[in-house]
């Protein structure tokens, strides 16, 4: 089973940056998309930024500019480079990943690390 990893996340002042990271254990094979969704206190959680098989990248239109997605195929690994933060931007960050199995995909998230942006 895959499992998933985040650190990075904690407290900035708007217009900071900080760096998440996601490391992959347990599993070396392919992503059929490995990313990064968020969840702030009373929304449902929303897409920020993913990789697809492939390496074409979607990132959510209010972080486009200011958020950068990376991976590291050798450390099996995905990054989110977050530049001009905005108190909007607090939420809790969960990396995700989709997996093929078979002629199917499974769902794997992460526990979650906390961003919080001052203003």
């Known amino acids: 089973q895959v499992q998933l990893v985040e650190s990075g996340g904690g407290l900035v002042q708007a217009g900071g940056s900080l760096r998440l990271s996601c490391a992959a254990s347990?599993?070396?094979?392919?992503?059929?998309?490995i990313g990064w969704y968020r969840q702030a206190p009373g929304k449902q959680r929303e897409l920020v930024a993913v990789?697809?098989?492939?390496?074409?990248?979607n990132y959510a239109d209010s972080v486009k500019g200011r958020f950068t997605i990376s991976r590291d195929n050798a450390k099996n690994s995905v990054s989110l480079q977050m530049n001009s933060l905005k108190p909007e931007d607090t939420a809790v960050y969960y990396c995700y990943a989709l997996v093929p199995v078979s002629t199917t995909a499974f769902q794997y998230w992460g526990q979650g690390t906390q961003v919080t942006v001052s203003s």
């Open positions: 347990r599993y070396t094979g392919r992503f059929n998309a």
């Open positions: 990789i697809n098989d492939g390496d074409t990248t």
